[in-house]
């Protein structure tokens, strides 16, 4: 076989006598950085060359979640051609067929990728798969590490200074992360992960209306994003007004405007949506906001028995059982939370071991959602550490939640010694956040020491107002 080599948008070498193959390509490539909701161009790849090796691994890659049929064939016309493919194409190729392994070693997986990129380092579409995986891994070092390697040669490139933003966030680098953030910006305003970046810094360090106004600034790019980054830029939104105490009916209209109405697009992925639905809910409840929320759990609940939507996402499957414990639906979340086990018992030893965290919060929220706090409790355990949990794929805002089930926990179960501890800690970092302080007044207050629970309710309500009064 003799057909021509292309440049991709990276200038690398790929097998193709097709200009539609390549630009089907290049399109993929932006639909990635960007999160937008257009992926699927990739399949106009093969269509346009069924020869090219790029364009059907990519596409294989991009169906293989999707469980279709059509991901092995796309994988055996990749392999039949790949002798004659270019360097670049057999690198890809090796990456993404041992990252879609049912058995892979994601230690391995992230080795491949690192070969990529130290030969390919502006295939920044790699490094994001690389990122990616680490994110999953609770390794921020490592994604760090990668996009530190590429950065050189990729330094005036669109999306780079978001991707570096973001694992300097997960490492609580939050200086570093707001200065790439905003380098990313000021090349690109559309550039939703550094916008995002951008958003987690303020949000840390509660920032709340200025993370509102900024991100109120950004969304109006945000209309081709996918649903999972649509809606999590607008969860961000909402988090910043629960967490800055807005009314909570202003919670209440963007978590109606912003997050559910996105499920009336035609092409919206329900899945991407619940997850940051459920995780905004989640956080409504422990602030005993579930009022006026009226029947909006129990109507997104209803959804969420939808076997075809479970095992997507640990994250996701996690609070599905804390949904459908409190809404009643126990034998859904029993089910959900056998699953969960029967696939641990089938990943290797390595695996098991290291998704057993996952697990045990899986089992904490079940008997959470119950009602059942001192069995809850006893799951969590009196030290928990968000931290040790990132292996369910959740940042540490995401993970910030079941810190405050925790908290909850040992403030209804009369632990309230243990809870002042906890509280300091979180405290330590963030000592802006008004419900912190509600939290240490609650605390000190069932201890019977009024006069500092007083001094702390004051704290609170002086912080509360700085924001959104």
């Known amino acids: 076989m003799e057909s021509e080599m292309k440049l991709d948008k990276w200038g690398y070498q790929v097998r193709t006598c097709s200009d539609s193959c390549i630009s089907a390509i290049n399109s993929y490539y932006h639909q990635v950085l960007s999160y937008g909701r257009k992926r699927s161009v990739i399949m106009e790849a093969p269509k346009s060359d069924p020869e090219c090796v790029l364009g059907n691994i990519l596409a294989a890659h991009f169906l293989c979640s999707t469980g279709s049929s059509r991901v092995s064939l796309l994988i055996d016309t990749a392999k039949s051609f790949l ?11 090796e990456c993404v ?27 920044l579409v790699s490094l994001k798969r690389a990122q990616v995986l680490c994110f999953y891994m609770g390794r921020a070092d490592l994604s760090l590490k990668l996009v530190e390697r590429v950065l050189p040669m990729n330094s005036h490139e669109d999306y780079i200074y978001g991707m570096l933003a973001f694992p300097l966030l997960e490492l609580g680098r939050m200086e570093e992360a707001e200065k790439a953030g905003k380098r990313g910006y000021e090349i690109n305003k559309d550039d939703t992960w550094s916008q995002h970046a951008i958003c ?18 950004c969304s109006r790019s945000w209309s081709s994003l996918s649903s999972f980054m649509y809606t999590h830029n607008w969860w961000h939104v909402a988090l910043c007004y629960l967490e800055g105490h807005a009314p909570m009916e202003k919670v209440r209209e963007t978590y109606d405007e912003c997050i559910w109405k996105e499920l009336e697009r035609s092409d919206a992925i329900p899945p991407e949506v619940y997850l940051n639905a459920i995780g905004l809910l989640l956080r409504v409840y422990i602030r005993g906001g579930h009022d006026i929320f009226g029947d909006r759990l129990k109507k997104l609940a209803d959804y969420l028995t939808d076997q075809t939507i479970w095992f997507l996402e640990w994250h996701l499957d996690i609070l599905i059982i804390w949904a459908l414990s409190h809404t009643g639906e126990l034998n859904k979340a029993e089910d959900l939370l056998k699953g969960l086990k029967s696939r641990v018992s089938m990943m290797t030893k390595k695996k098991q071991q290291i998704m057993q965290k996952g697990l045990s919060l899986a089992e904490a929220l079940h008997k959470y959602g119950k009602g059942d706090y001192t069995e809850a409790l006893e799951l969590f355990g009196h030290d ?8 369910i794929g959740a940042s540490d805002e995401q993970l910030d939640v079941f810190t405050e089930v925790h908290i909850s926990l040992l403030l209804s179960t009369g632990k309230a010694h243990i809870a002042t501890q906890a509280i300091e800690k979180q405290l330590k970092k963030r000592e802006g956040a008004p419900f912190l302080w509600f939290l240490t007044e609650k605390a000190y207050s069932i201890l019977g020491k009024d006069a500092e629970a007083a001094s702390y309710g004051d704290k609170a309500r002086k912080l509360e107002a700085t924001h959104f009064t």
């Open 384 to 391: 928990f550490d968000a931290i040790d949990y990132k292996i």
């Open 97 to 123: 067929m041992y990252l879609i392994s049912p058995d892979r070693d994601d230690d391995l997986a992230v080795d491949l990728h690192s070969k990529l990129l130290r030969e390919f380092p502006r295939d």
């Open 83 to 93: 002798e004659h493919a270019s360097s670049y194409e057999k690198a890809v190729f």
């Open 200 to 217: 987690h810094v303020y949000q840390h360090e509660c920032r709340f209306k200025e993370a509102v106004e900024f991100m109120n600034d």
